[in-house]
């Protein structure tokens, strides 16, 4: 079952330049999508969402675009920072509190000093 | 900042023994839930829970598994007869439940160990 696909397991991007993380689903009952960061060792940490009504959604160096017809979103990180280092998991559910989150596999991003 | 917590960070067991493991959610949110992840797979949606009962449960979770509120604050996975498969790290989370949109924000996870 790959509701949730991300399908570049990991991203090599230079300092100060721009990161583009991609993922794809497949259910269009989706409608609330969200990207969390993973450090090893420790839980997915909240970075940013958008509801299905929305085509972007943007929060300091995070933007998250949302392509409904294509069923695909993207988050970019701009200025990356060596910091961003980590894993990033795109997740989706039906936006209803409760709902379960279906999780891609991940995209591990370094980011280059 | 309010967080998740867990606890212990790293449980081993043998095979066929019973394992608990804690959560303490964030005190104003209303659902809790259960994930875990196998070395190397996706993170995998166990159960949610709302109001003292399974509101959600995947497939994963069978008759082996149980949640539990004890008392205000503490919400626990228990599993009756731990299998070699169980092994994995176990992410709490909890959701404020406000509005339509419902941001669930995780714990830092116990590693199960099964022998």
């Known amino acids: 079952d790959q509701q949730v696909k991300q399908n570049s397991p990991s991203l090599s991007v230079q300092e100060g330049r721009i990161s583009i993380l991609n993922c794809d689903y497949t259910?269009?009952?989706?409608?609330?999508f969200l990207w969390y960061k993973k450090y090893p060792a420790e839980g997915p940490t909240f970075l940013i969402s958008i509801s299905s009504i929305k085509d972007k959604n943007e929060d300091g160096r995070f933007t998250v675009f949302l392509n409904k017809s294509a069923k695909h979103l993207s988050l970019h990180i701009v200025p990356s920072q060596p910091g961003d280092s980590a894993v990033y998991f795109c997740?989706?559910?039906?936006?209803?509190?409760?709902?379960?989150?279906?999780f891609g596999g991940g995209t591990r991003l370094m980011v280059k000093p | 900042e309010p967080e998740v917590t867990q606890t212990p960070s790293h449980q081993v067991t043998q095979m066929g023994q019973e394992v608990i493991l804690r959560c303490v959610p964030i005190s104003n949110h209303l659902y809790f839930y259960w994930y875990r992840q196998i070395l190397g797979q996706k993170v995998e949606f166990l159960v949610s829970?709302?109001?003292?009962?399974?509101?959600?449960k995947s497939e994963i979770f069978d008759d082996q598994f149980s949640v539990e509120r004890p008392d205000g604050s503490n919400f626990t996975l228990k599993i009756r007869s731990t299998k070699l498969e169980d092994s994995a790290m176990y992410f709490c989370?909890?959701?404020?439940?406000?509005?339509?949109?419902?941001?669930?924000?995780f714990g830092p996870g116990t590693r199960l160990t099964v022998l």
């Open positions: 829970f709302y109001n003292n009962e399974i509101s959600e």
């Open positions: 259910n269009s009952m989706f409608d609330y």
């Open positions: 997740a989706a559910s039906f936006g209803d509190a409760g709902n379960m989150l279906t």
């Open positions: 989370a909890s959701s404020e439940a406000s509005g339509r949109v419902d941001t669930q924000y």
